[in-house]
């Protein structure tokens, strides 16, 4: 009861086959492999940009001048005339 028989797995084939038909089948293996190899392909790009140096960038600085204090306007004391 654990396991399937040869004819259970012989029945389970022939309806994947009748459902996505042998092209469709081959596409869906194309593209697995065509993963696989863009997979690999990306492995090994990294491990040659781990075992480069970076080039040498000379260092960049950025001159922070401060801004001029704003120019607040300040009120003007109330002379008041005598009289």
Not at 69 to 82: F, G, I, L, M
Request: aromatic share 6%; proline share 12%.
């Amino acid at each position: 009861m654990g396991s399937f028989s040869v004819w259970h797995w012989i029945v389970v084939i022939a309806v994947v086959l009748l459902l996505f038909g042998r092209g469709k089948i081959s596409e869906l293996m194309g593209d697995v492999a065509q993963g696989i190899k863009a997979f690999k392909k990306g492995m090994s790009e990294d491990e040659v940009a781990k075992t480069e140096p970076p080039p040498a960038d000379p260092h960049k600085t950025i001159d922070h001048q401060p801004a001029p204090p704003p120019a607040a306007a300040q009120p003007q004391p109330e002379v008041r005339k005598a009289g």
